[in-house]
């Protein structure tokens, strides 16, 4: 079976419907870790209580449906995929303004592991409100 192959196989609409989570026709509930690789933290604004983070955000889950037996060991897949696959729905409670990188294309990797995992990673910044008292943090 070729890469195109196992990838119409895998996206097929009577095999994978992206608008059910995984786990949701078994009753059971979808885990998502999720880490941070902040690339920098800028813009720390004790006036406006806020600051900027740019960010790589990463998710993992484990989705069986996509999960093959093949010579591969992963798949990679460009950013494009993220309109076919589920995808978790995380939010910041204090964000104020987000902006996502898209030089020259949408900054997102995806991988598929033959067991059904996914990595999803994202570059984002994140203009997050924060109670800053840089006088009191000065006294300690």
């Known amino acids: 079976m070729t890469l195109e192959e196992l990838m119409e196989h895998l996206f097929h609409p009577d095999r994978y419907n992206k608008k059910i989570r995984p786990g949701a026709n078994d009753g059971k509930s979808s885990e998502v870790a999720i880490g941070m ?71 997102i990797m995806i991988r598929i592991d033959g067991n059904g995992d996914v990595f999803y990673s994202q570059r984002f910044s994140v203009t997050l409100s924060c109670d800053i008292d840089l006088l009191a943090a000065g006294s300690m």
């Open 37 to 107: 690789y902040v690339h920098s933290l800028s813009a720390v604004s004790e006036l406006n209580m806020e600051y900027t983070i740019d960010m790589y955000f990463r998710q993992f889950w484990n989705d069986p449906r996509l999960a093959f037996n093949h010579s591969y060991e992963y798949i990679t897949l460009d950013s494009f995929f993220r309109f076919s696959i589920w995808l978790p729905d995380p939010y910041f409670m204090n964000s104020k303004d987000e902006h996502f990188h898209t030089v020259t294309v949408p900054n």
